[in-house]
């Protein structure tokens, strides 16, 4: 993740921005086709695809073919849609969309259903059953909200990978990938999981943590 120079005031992650929800188009070029989405102001990279993301959704793959798929911390939902346009049968499972921002969460709503992605469900973060389990976690996780809440963040949602599911995380080199793949990789011991580089372009990480079967 890098956060944009032109970056607004207001905080990506704020749960109910305060600047005017003006949506306006956005052009972009999602899983080899060109999409008409829309975004608003006081969302992350709110006028492009983030180039970490763009990493991530070039070098991750396909997601497991069974089980729900969670992209935690959706913004306008570039990583959602993907996983939702990339899963082979998008209406017998469900492709979690969560974020704190509400903004994001209606942004994501709309650019899924103006594609027909009907597996898509947003929800904000204590809106998810304890209870769920996910074959795969994708995300582009919000480092700027500092490191005791990334590793809260990071503790909550990763124990609820299904066993022999992982999770793909894209982290800017000099935003501290390789020290945060350390510490995931600690918290292993404790959860059943390994970490490690899955693949590197451009100064981002795509950090990859599996979860044994
Ligand atoms: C780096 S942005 C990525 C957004 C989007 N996935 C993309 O690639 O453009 C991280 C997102 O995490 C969200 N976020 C911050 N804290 C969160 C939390 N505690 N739980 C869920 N989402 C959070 C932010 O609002 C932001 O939309």
């Known amino acids: ?50 180039l970490g993301t763009a990493v991530l959704l070039d070098l991750v793959g396909d997601p497991p073919a069974d089980g729900d798929l969670l992209d ?28 704190v921002n509400e903004r994001a969460r209606d942004l994501t709503a709309a650019n ?12 904000a973060p204590e809106e998810v059953d304890d ?10 996780p919000p480092i700027r909200i500092g490191k005791p809440a990334l590793h809260a963040l990071l503790l909550h949602w990763l124990p ?8 793909h995380l894209v982290v800017a080199k000099d935003l501290g990938a390789d020290s945060l793949q350390r510490w995931i ?7 059943g999981w390994t970490a490690e580089r899955s693949g590197s ?6 950090l990859e943590v599996r979860r044994s079967g």
Not at 131 to 140: K, L, T, V, Y
């Open 1 to 50: 993740m890098r956060d944009e120079p032109d970056q607004p005031p207001e905080h990506y992650f704020s749960a109910s921005p305060a600047s005017a929800d003006e949506r306006r188009p956005l052009r972009v070029h999602l899983d080899g086709r060109e999409l008409e989405l829309v975004t608003a102001p006081s969302v992350f990279s709110g006028h492009r695809l983030d």
């Open 72 to 99: 935690l911390g959706c913004g306008w939902g570039p990583v959602a849609l993907t996983l939702a346009m990339r899963s082979p049968e998008p209406a017998t499972r469900r492709v979690w969309a969560v974020d």
């Open 112 to 123: 899924a259903a103006s594609l027909g992605l009907r597996g898509v469900r947003t929800a």
């Open 131 to 140: 209870e769920a389990r996910f074959a795969a976690i994708w995300s582009n």
């Open 160 to 167: 609820r990978l299904a066993p022999g599911g992982s999770a």
């Open 185 to 191: 990789g600690e918290q292993g011991e404790q959860h």
């Open 201 to 206: 372009r451009k100064g981002f990480r795509v």
